[in-house]
């Protein structure tokens, strides 16, 4: 069994996630697949479109075997801490052979440099850091120029300053970089490949071919509310699932339907905002001053938004205030190297055979009905986790089920079992 290991949000699940699951499933000669995807928030500080079972069954039917959660503590987070969570959740199974992810660069070997030398920090690397640091440089452009200098001098790769800076700058690139330091932190033997993104940016907002990024779908949906454009841009199996969801009345999420509950959470615990994790530096006081300024959430995060804070960090930012996600219960987990649990959101036949080599190999608790958690509830990791993964479901749904409360029974990651994608014949 050969099996490779994705790391996904699919919101949602496009024809691109298809092509680059097929030519992943290419280049890696697997058999099976594992995508270790966000749940109900995700990297950018935003909620999905949709509940993650839904997201997870589209993945299965266009392809996928296996879907497993990736806990909320590291899917809304930077890019470090993301890759990290995923890793070393794919790592902690225990059979996984090989990873792909899109880039932009596309080129798995002048990544795989760059990492190694971001983990090991030659002497010499470091020296070049502290020199442009020294003198007054950003973080990021010393860096950078410290790797172009370190990679000319050594003479390891062929390859310009403003490329460098470029790769370093890009949102997939910088994402791959931190699997695979993750990988090498972790000394695993899952083998990291790489694809070149297709035809469209990862933050492009328009649709002009039937290949365009996730963003310009949810903008598109969220500036219309009809889904038939998306039959040109999405497998017909995520197209019947967006339209059976909304058929039933489970519309679209959007992060302004939140904006109320943050501004009240904002307000009430103003002396306790800088708790959750990434209010520093005296944000939290220009975060309170202007929620009475602001009439949405886009208004608050302008307001916020400065030449230090961008608008993803600050779009984080709020959501771990959301969520309430702490500054001492992130350096609990942030850096643990294997996963006191996966939670399988669904799978098929070969799902299986997956789930049956992780038993095998691996002591890792596969968790497919919440009922059954209280084996390690005195797990301080494990608790931790599990209760934000709880909690995130939570705020999630009480939006999502708005139309449906008849069938918010309470806490649904106790009544919602993984979803089983059989094969028709």
Known sequence: MNILGLVVEYNPFHNGH????ETSKKISNATHTVAIMSGNFLQRGE?????KYSRAKAAVLN????????PTMFASQSAEIFAHGAIATLNSLNCISSICFGSEYGNIDVLSIISKILVNEPSEFKVLLKKYLDEGMLFPTARSLALFEYINKNKLINISKESLTDILNSSNNILGIEYIKSLLKLKST??????????????????TSNICSATAIRKTLKDCCDISFTKSVVPKDTYKVLNDKINNQFYPVFDEMFFDTLSSIIIRDI??????????EGIENKIYNNIFKSNSLNEL?????????????IKRTLNNILLGITK?????????DCLP?????AFNDKGREILKSIKNNSEINIINKFSNISFSMNDEVFKTLINYDIKASNMYNFIYYKNNKNLLKGPMDFYTTPIYVKKEY
């Open 328 to 336: 001492d219960d992130m350096n609990l987990v942030k850096n643990i």
């Open 341 to 345: 649990y996966v939670r399988v959101l």
């Open 18 to 21: 298809l092509y680059h699951l």
């Open 301 to 313: 995060q302008l307001a916020i938004k400065s030449k230090r804070y961008t608008l993803t960090k």
């Open 190 to 207: 899952i083998k990291p490949y790489t694809i070149t993104r297709i035809k469209s940016e990862y933050n492009s907002e328009s649709i």
């Open 63 to 70: 392809g996928v075997d296996l879907v497993i959660e990736l």
């Open 271 to 280: 002396n306790h905002l800088n708790n959750y994790f990434e209010v520093n």
């Open 47 to 51: 909620p999905a479109l949709i509940d």
